[in-house]
């Protein structure tokens, strides 16, 4: 049986080194069981062997973000290959010092491919800025996806936020609990998968290293009261404001982002109180989702916007840190912002 579009984009992925694990995994086996599967992936290697060779110049962020956004842009699967051509011939004139020999013979949609990572590979060292660029529209897609589920929740409940019922010092951090009480901040998202709003996948950043193998296939929402477990939800949500007024989507505050670094800390025992000393490096690291080179941040209006630093806004607030919270002090997992300008995303 011929592979589908979506295995077959699979594959092509595997073969630039752009895969999860998990992927990897899904790939490593259609090769192995299906014939012409194997043979795609053959073909694949056999083209983009040539750029072993290919000598690694340096290249300014800036000048690799905007080819790929230029290529991404151009949406090549659609527009064909006199498309690419024009793309290419243009960025050679603004790059006069790179040559192209590999420039004939254009019989698929593989050689095209081949000619794309040629670029790649002049322009970004190691693929790794193309790596990471590729992760954060992913993961972007991704927050869109739970935007359009939170939108949808909130329709059809009068308005309202999902939300549960808190007491006042009850901890955030309990997240996998599956008692009764309600002691995580991932438990109103959660009713976003548990009344199918939002597929669970989604709340996995794909850019996140991954240690627990996630089963989705046997994962019973229904019987949960929260995510199985930390490995299930790899963002951090807003933590309201007690004071605060209204539940509705209020333009540019700050929703969810990418993992807030305090959660790496956060222990699976739930039986001893929490107690984390704060660090500079815990009140100055960009989230582990993007190996610390950033995080998108969500706001209540559906943008999402993917930035180098953890302070937002003209205020510059830190969204994974309350005001008061500074280096030496300790976080117990039960702490609120005192005022709604206080952006804090948890766990």
Known sequence: ????NEQKQLL?????????????????????????????????????????????????????????????????????????????EEEQTRFPSIKFGFWRNFGNVVAVAAVIMLMAAVLVPSFGFARQRYWQQRCQVQLGNIFQGLSNY??????????????????????????????????PVWLLVKNNYVDPKDFVCPAAKQV????YSTLQVKNYNDFPSKAYVRFSFRIGCPKAEG????GRKVLMADMNPLAEKLPSDYSSPLKIRLTEEMLNF?????????????????????????????????????????????????????CETDSFLAP
């Open 12 to 88: 092509f992925d595997y073969c630039l080194g752009l895969t999860s694990e998990q992927e990897a995994a899904e790939a490593e086996t259609l090769i192995s069981s299906n014939k012409h599967a194997a043979e795609i992936y053959e073909r694949l290697k056999s083209v983009l062997s040539p750029l072993n060779a290919v000598k690694v110049e340096s290249c300014p962020d800036e000048v690799a973000e905007r080819m790929i956004l230029r290529l991404t842009g151009a949406k090549l699967a659609g527009s064909g290959q006199e498309r690419l051509k024009e793309l290419l």
């Open 1 to 4: 049986m011929s592979p589908s």
């Open 154 to 187: 909130v329709s059809d409940n009068n308005g309202q936020l999902p939300a549960v019922t808190r007491e006042a010092g009850d901890p955030w951090w309990w997240v996998g609990y599956q008692g009764r009480e309600n002691h995580s901040n991932t438990r």
């Open 212 to 215: 627990e193998k996630l089963q």
């Open 286 to 338: 960009n989230s582990a989702n993007h190996n610390r080179r950033g995080q998108n941040v969500m706001f209540f209006d559906g943008s999402i916007q993917f930035t180098k630093t953890r302070n937002i806004g003209d205020s510059q607030d830190d969204i994974f840190s309350l005001q008061e919270m500074q280096c030496g002090g300790d976080v117990n997992g039960c702490e609120v912002p005192s």
């Open 247 to 250: 539940s509705a989507l209020r």
